[in-house]
């Protein structure tokens, strides 16, 4: 009977250590060999205690790398020309056309649209002497003293006498305007006969209109010359004055 109880007690002390491992096995369970990131999360937790532990040190911050310049091409600069603006006219009185002062004859009246004066003589005067086909040129001076614009469409014509080589008419081929003075030359050739040769010239306008000198601008001008042979003398018909 004293038996009994012990042998029991000795089922009961071994279930109790039964108990006993089961709750170790339960409360400390083997842990796996591994778990993905686990050896990661481990390493970073243990890092950070170490850090917060740790007293601080400060570590130097390297500078930051000096950037290299890269040549950035310059573009030439593009040159714009302002518009050229033209000036207006001037509205000074220089600017303003000119009225033209109309031409008046001595007594004070209105000169003629067609009229000349003589001026002179430049070349050859009257009873020039001149050897048979000499070759001469005639040049008067004469002035516009009408109101109406001599054109290079105005000529000279032979209205009597000799022409002495010139066909006519013979343009002017310059233009003169009122109060304006011109030279006049006419390129002759004496005749071959011992004599005083005269030839009476007017001016003519575009339309045929002849005008002159002296009065009323009607009269003729005139190339006188004295064709002569050396040791001959004149009986008549000479220019010069008979001995």
């Known amino acids: 009977m004293l038996r009994a109880p012990g042998k029991w007690k000795a089922l009961i002390v071994a279930g109790l250590i039964l108990l006993s491992a089961c709750d170790s096995?339960?409360?400390?369970?083997?842990?796996?060999?591994?778990?993905p990131?686990?050896?990661?999360?481990?390493?970073?937790?243990?890092?950070?205690?170490?850090?917060?532990?740790?007293?601080?040190?400060?570590?130097?911050?390297?500078?930051?790398?000096t950037p290299t310049l890269t040549h950035t091409p310059t573009l030439d600069p593009v040159l714009v020309t302002p518009p050229t603006r033209t000036p207006l006219p001037?509205?000074?009185?220089?600017?303003?056309?000119?009225?033209?002062?109309?031409?008046l004859l001595p007594d004070g009246s209105l000169a003629p649209c067609l009229a000349a004066q003589f001026i002179q003589d430049i070349s050859i005067p009257d009873g020039t002497l001149v050897r048979p086909g000499q070759k001469f040129t005639k040049v008067w001076e004469f002035k516009n003293v009408g109101n109406c614009i001599w054109t290079e469409d105005y000529s000279?014509?032979?209205?009597?006498?000799h022409a002495m080589g010139v066909a006519s008419p013979v343009p002017l081929r310059k233009t003169v305007?009122?109060?304006q003075n011109v030279e006049?030359?006419?390129?002759?050739?004496?005749?071959?006969?011992?004599a005083c040769w005269v030839g009476w010239w007017k001016f003519q306008d575009e339309e045929g209109n002849e005008f002159?000198?002296?009065?009323k601008f009607g009269e003729v001008f005139w190339v006188k010359v004295t064709v002569y042979i050396p040791?001959?003398?004149?009986?008549?018909?000479?220019?010069?004055?008979q001995d």
């Open 212 to 215: 002159g000198i002296d009065f």
């Open 25 to 35: 096995i339960r409360l400390y369970p083997q842990a796996p060999t591994s778990f």
């Open 184 to 194: 006049i030359a006419l390129n002759m050739m004496a005749p071959y006969i011992p």
């Open 90 to 103: 001037s509205l000074t009185p220089t600017s303003l056309p000119t009225a033209t002062v109309p031409m």
């Open 37 to 65: 990131g686990m050896l990661e999360t481990l390493a970073a937790g243990t890092m950070s205690a170490e850090l917060t532990l740790r007293p601080h040190t400060a570590t130097a911050v390297p500078d930051p790398p």
């Open 231 to 241: 040791g001959l003398r004149f009986t008549k018909d000479a220019c010069l004055p």
């Open 177 to 179: 305007h009122p109060g």
């Open 156 to 161: 000279l014509v032979l209205v009597w006498g």
